[in-house]
């Protein structure tokens, strides 16, 4: 990864785009609602109120290590040692939650006279000892951020006793819940009589008298200014291993800044504790000498392109190709421009808002990126960081590519989406953004597409090869998918073609409603793919596995016609088509001559009797076994494109069959 933020720092540098220094300990706050808790000027609480998750994140915090954070900490819960066997208890306990302002109240009877719980003296202290280390480092008062000068005085207030402070926040607390929502009196019970942490914000009471309060974005900034001014370089100097200038080596820890998608992130994790690590007598920082100055720059460019505001510019989530419920965290920049203004993230994600907009978003990408073409470096840097343990993170995946590339990769692409025949779907005109693979792709599909089991997806770096122009691994990596998505989603084209072939509500009941878009998504793929490998389809539609679909195809519709007109309707669970695809594609010749043998029956009705669409039919089945003689040799197996082309043939509707789009398919 330290390679990786080299490249992009150099590159901010290079382009003269200013970029805040942030410090190691500045780290926004996790993604999780929290209790803000107001100090008067004799530094206990008076106010409480709650931050739900989505702004408590654009907030920040100053956190030293584990155990030394302000104004955000995580507070050991509970408060008091409560008597669960009281009556207080079993009727709070009791008491409905929608009943609020009565819940709140019963806690407040539990509450009473009980004594303080073991571990609030030694969570204060070591919360003002924190403080009093930091007071040095904020003395301005005048500042416009002078609010954090005064809640560090008035956390450190000398005449609060444990005992006084722990009363005053639950007063508060309690005071809040009785006349609040029921996400605030989740977080009081849970801090007052809970049994895990509870994440407190500090701020002060009276903050509307100062210009900025401290539980605001800005103070992000204030903070990091404020470290790096009184910084003290205490540590030997050394070669810098990525910069090779003589510097202050790093010698503490790497910083480990927050991250969208993978939480905490540190930049390169070597554990002393792991004997496997001590093979070459060195760990931690002694392994790889990084200057301090390079490690803060690497800090504050990798959080400037993480930032909430570069989401689906420079940064978004990914799904993994290993777990369907995990998700990997990409990066990208256009090295000319790092902070191009332009969605890239997600022409290489996909859209969270619509994903059947993915054409259009990477044709406005893609018209943004022309007129980078011709700067000093129209690269675009790529990298996927994967969070593999609790500890430690990698990058799964890191390329650089040409905006031409990338321009020329996103035509290529949708014309590979287009690379089949129309098929009567809803998303028949769905081009698949790389997200949408990556997913469809870890879904196997059984019992004809009835059900599915999760299976390990395939690799992106197989999907840029594919969606990226001129990459050399292009065709290997378009028959890896190809032959992937045969595997995966074979069994659920199949049991679209055939009730699209039955017709009617009753017929898609079998398939799972989980299907969504999957099937128009896993044909799109077939065409990419084709396409990649040589296989147009103007070309392929006249090939012999390309007509086996199609004869399969208007065997069903003649079964089916020969149900509704002699049968009264009672169709058989498959149609002819349908069951002899598994053996048309292991041995073509066999599936042909087990067809031939058994449609007779249907073709001497249509001659008589029929349906004008069953005489189509069989008019049809008569030219493609003209087209077929003599293409297919003894002993003809069908290849993985070859099967690709059977099943798009056996979903294509052509001619007059071309309109009976059923209901069915689109709902």
């Not at 990997?328 to 022409?347: C, G």
């Not at 122009?469 to 595997?487: D, E, N, P, S, W």
């Amino acid at each position: 990864m330290l390679n990786e933020l080299y490249t992009l720092h150099r590159s901010l540098t290079l382009f003269r785009v200013p970029v805040e220094q942030s410090h190691p300990w500045v780290k926004r706050l996790g993604r999780k609602g929290l209790l803000i808790a107001g100090l008067d000027v004799s530094g206990l609480v008076t106010a409480i109120e709650y931050l739900d998750k989505q702004e408590a994140v654009s907030l920040f915090k100053i956190q030293e290590n584990n155990h030394s954070n302000f104004p955000q900490a995580n507070w050991t819960a509970p408060l008091w040692q409560l008597n669960r066997e009281s009556p207080e208890f079993q009727e709070w306990q009791a008491c409905p939650a929608k009943d609020v302002r009565r819940r709140a109240e019963l806690l407040r009877t539990a509450c009473a006279g009980a004594a303080v719980a073991e571990g609030q003296d030694h969570a204060l202290s070591r919360l003002r000892n924190f403080c009093r280390d930091l007071a040095p480092r904020f003395a301005d008062r005048e500042s416009e951020f002078a609010a954090f000068f005064f809640l560090i005085e008035r956390t450190l207030a000398p005449k609060v006793s444990t005992e006084e402070w722990v009363q005053s926040l639950s007063d508060a607390a309690l005071h809040a819940a009785e006349g609040g929502a029921a996400p605030l009196l989740d977080a009081v019970e849970a801090l007052l009589a809970g049994e895990d942490k509870v994440p407190i914000l500090f701020d002060l009471a009276d903050c509307t008298r100062f210009p900025c309060r401290v539980a605001s974005p800005r103070m992000g900034g204030y903070f990091s200014r404020q470290l790096n001014a009184t910084e003290v370089e205490g540590t030997a100097a050394g070669i810098c291993a990525l910069s090779g200038v003589e510097m202050p080596l790093e010698t503490d820890k790497m910083p480990s800044p927050r991250l969208p998608v993978l939480g905490d992130t540190v930049l390169m994790s070597m554990n002393p504790d792991t004997p496997c690590q001590m093979r070459y007598q060195k760990t931690g920082t002694d392994i790889f000498p990084l200057g301090r100055k390079t490690a803060r720059a690497l800090d504050s460019a990798l959080k400037e392109l993480t930032g909430a505001g570069r989401e689906g510019k420079n940064w978004k989530r990914i799904p993994a190709s290993t777990k369907k419920k995990k998700s990997n965290l990409l990066i990208v920049y256009l090295e000319s421009a790092p902070l191009f203004d332009a969605a890239i993230a997600e022409m290489f994600t996909g859209s969270d808002e619509s994903e059947s907009r993915y054409s259009a978003l990477c044709a406005e990408v893609c018209d943004a990126l022309k007129g980078r073409a011709a700067t000093d470096s129209p690269l675009l840097h790529l990298f996927v960081l994967s969070k593999i343990d609790p500890g430690r993170v990698q990058v799964e995946l890191s390329e650089a590519f040409t905006a031409e590339q990338v321009i020329a990769g996103g035509w290529e692409w949708e014309q590979g989406a287009r690379n089949r025949p129309a098929l009567p779907l809803k998303d028949d005109d769905l081009v698949p953004s790389p997200a949408e693979v990556m997913r469809c792709l870890q879904m196997m599909w059984e019992r004809g597409g009835a059900s599915f089991s999760d299976a390990p997806g395939c690799r992106l770096a197989d999907v840029y090869d594919v969606r990226i122009a001129g990459r050399q691994g292009a065709a290997v990596a378009a028959a890896t998918l190809l032959r992937m998505t045969l595997q995966r989603t074979s069994d659920l084209l199949m049991a679209v073609g055939h009730a699209l072939h039955r017709g009617g509500k009753e017929a898609w009941k079998n398939i799972s409603r989980q299907a969504g878009k999957n099937p128009a998504i896993a044909a799109s793929l077939l065409g990419i793919t084709l396409i990649k490998m040589g296989h147009r389809k103007e070309d392929y539609m006249q090939n012999a596995a390309f007509l086996v679909g199609r004869f399969l195809s208007l065997a069903d519709t003649l079964h089916a016609e020969y149900c509704k007109g002699v049968r009264k309707g009672d169709t058989p669970p498959q149609l002819l088509g349908n069951a002899l695809i598994p053996t048309a594609i292991s041995d073509p010749n066999r599936g042909l001559a087990r067809m031939l043998d058994r449609i007779r029956v249907y073709q001497a009705w249509a001659g008589k009797k029929g349906s004008g669409l069953a005489r189509w039919s069989c008019g049809e089945i008569g030219k493609i076994a003209n087209e077929l003689a003599g293409e297919l040799t003894p002993g003809k197996r069908f290849d993985d494109a070859e099967r690709a082309q059977l099943l798009l043939g056996y979903l294509a509707r052509t001619g007059k069959d071309e309109n009976r789009v059923e209901k069915g398919a689109k709902e």
